[in-house]
Structures are given as structure tokens and as C-alpha cells.
């Protein structure tokens, strides 16, 4: 809509299918994992596609959440710490809390990152909707 103020971290102004540490707004979010999948994930700056693991959630009272979790090591080893299972298959149920911090992204740059916390936090149930909801469809994937 022409003359509607923008206002929000400027990543909002870019859907993603994925979870961001901006579409935590600075909170923590306790999820359950509902299973791992391998998924084609966009790179920044290039065309190609990267295959990676990522998580598919849930909110810890169940609703289904629009976007996914990509999983680095990092992140895999953090879920180890939180469910003690190694085994990737043998995480669906089990509750995580996730959220955004910086890390030492491409090239050595701090950039924003989401995370998993050693423990889960009960009280971090209610999900932004910038994860509850799906983003709409871009043209451009339309056009894939």
C-alpha cells in the first residue's frame, strides 16, 4: 500500500521461509521439533541452492508453526545438549527454546543468528506471528 509507514527490524521486510533471529523480536521461543527434513535452502547472492537439515516446529502447546528452522552443526549440537539425543530421527517431540543473538557469519562478520539455549524455558510459549505465519508467496519464486 503506497504511504503505509514502515516500522520493525529491516529483515521484516524480507519473507523468508525460513525463521530469523528478527522474527523473534528479541524473545525467547520455546518449540517442539515435529521432524528434520533435508530442504533446498537459498543462499545470499547467488542462485544456486544449498542442501541442509532443517527442523520443522511446532509451539510448545502444538500449533503448527508457518516457517522452518535451518540446522547447522552448531545448532544440531545444541539440540544434542538440550535433548541428550544424538540421533537427529529421535528428536521430533521434544521441546527447544530458540533465539536471536549475533554470530561470526561469512567472512568473519557478526551477524544476526538464531540459536538453541542449553535449557528449556517454559515460560517462552507465545510465538510472533512473524514465525507463526507463513510469508506470502514473491513473484520471483512464483516465476521458479
Given at each position: 500500500m503506497a504511504g503505509e509507514l514502515?516500522?520493525?527490524?529491516?529483515?521484516?521486510l524480507y519473507p523468508s521461509d525460513y525463521v530469523k533471529a528478527a522474527d523473534?523480536?528479541?524473545?525467547?521461543l520455546t518449540v517442539t521439533i515435529d521432524r528434520v527434513e533435508w530442504d533446498a535452502i537459498p543462499q545470499a547472492g547467488k542462485r544456486e541452492k544449498k542442501r541442509k537439515p532443517v527442523l520443522y516446529l511446532r509451539t510448545a502447546k502444538g500449533a503448527v508453526l508457518g516457517k522452518?528452522?535451518?540446522?547447522?552443526?552448531?545448532?544440531?549440537?545444541?539440540?544434542v545438549d538440550v535433548t541428550g539425543e544424538?540421533?537427529?530421527g529421535k528428536w521430533a517431540g521434544k521441546?527447544?527454546?530458540?533465539?536471536?543473538?549475533?554470530?561470526?557469519?561469512?567472512?568473519?562478520?557478526?551477524?544476526?543468528?538464531?540459536?538453541?539455549?542449553?535449557?528449556?524455558?517454559?515460560?517462552?510459549?507465545?510465538?510472533?506471528?512473524?514465525?507463526?505465519?507463513?510469508?506470502?508467496?514473491?513473484?520471483?519464486?512464483?516465476?521458479?
Open positions: 514502515i516500522t520493525g527490524h529491516f529483515e521484516l523473534l523480536g528479541g524473545r525467547e522452518r528452522l535451518p540446522i547447522g552443526k552448531t545448532i544440531a549440537r545444541q539440540i544424538k540421533e537427529a521441546l527447544i527454546t530458540i533465539f536471536g543473538t549475533t554470530c561470526r557469519g561469512v567472512e568473519g562478520k557478526q551477524v544476526e543468528c538464531v540459536r538453541v539455549k542449553a535449557r528449556v524455558n517454559q515460560a517462552a510459549t507465545e510465538a510472533p506471528s512473524a514465525v507463526t505465519d507463513a510469508p506470502a508467496p514473491r513473484e520471483e519464486q512464483a516465476s521458479e
